[in-house]
Each structure stands twice: as structure tokens, then as C-alpha cells.
Nanobody, 125 residues
Framework: QAQLVESGGGLVQAGGSLRLSCAAS????????MGWFRQAPGKEREFVSA????????EYADSVKGRFAISRDNAKNLVYLQMNSLKPEDTAVYYC??????????????????WGQGTQVTVSS
């Protein structure tokens, strides 16, 4: 199986930026796409963004379009989420996830087989 480790979370003021990283190791050869999800207290885990592991296809939630950008470095097995113009409502634990089924980029949690432990992002007003 694949192991995923997120980093880069922290506390930032509204309007600021953060870059999250996700390092994949183990059985990465069968990864189809990598995604970012987030979960705020008392809320369900929601899709943020995802990127194909082999093409330029990406997906974004409407709430982050134009503010967040996902990218990857296949040589280093890294996925990034650049988050700009952060808002207090972006506060959540952010999770990296790996999709192994070739069914198109998934935008729901059940589409992903492996998950990281999460990294906290807090945006103050």
C-alpha cells in the first residue's frame, strides 16, 4: 500500500498564503490521482482539489477555484496545494489522499484508497 505524509499547515491571517505538501511512498506505481480534502469541526470531509498522476487533468471545488492550485512532482512523489487569499472558512484539517481506481478523477472520499494523517490549517480573521 502507499503511505502519505502531509506537511505545511499552520496559522495564517486572512488573505495570506500557505503551501501544503504531500509525500507519497510505498506502492506508488498504481496511483491514478492524488487529492486534497478538508474537514472542519462538526462538518463532513469535503473535496478540495485533485490531480491526475500522469496527465495535466485537475479538479477544484468551486469554493477554492482561483485561489488554490494543485501541482505534483512525479520524480519526488510529491503533491502540493498552493493556497492563496485564504479565508477563515478555509480553516480545517487538510488530508492528502491517493486514488488507485482508473475511473476519472474522484471528488468524493470513497474514491480514494489511501490517506495521510492530516495537517491543520487555521486562518484567523
Amino acid at each position: 500500500q502507499a503511505q502519505l505524509v502531509e506537511s505545511g499547515g499552520g496559522l495564517v491571517q486572512a488573505g495570506g498564503s500557505l503551501r501544503l505538501s504531500c509525500a507519497a511512498s510505498g506502492r506508488t506505481f498504481n496511483i491514478y490521482a492524488m487529492g486534497w480534502f478538508r474537514q472542519a469541526p462538526g462538518k463532513e470531509r469535503e473535496f478540495v482539489s485533485a490531480i491526475s498522476w500522469s496527465t495535466t487533468n485537475t479538479e477544484y471545488a468551486d469554493s477554492v477555484k482561483g485561489r488554490f492550485a494543485i501541482s505534483r512532482d512525479n520524480a519526488k512523489n510529491l503533491v502540493y496545494l498552493q493556497m492563496n487569499s485564504l479565508k477563515p472558512e478555509d480553516t480545517a484539517v487538510y488530508y492528502c489522499a491517493a486514488q488507485i481506481l482508473n475511473i476519472g478523477i474522484a471528488t468524493v472520499p470513497r474514491g480514494y484508497a489511501y490517506w495521510g494523517q492530516g495537517t491543520q490549517v487555521t486562518v484567523s480573521s
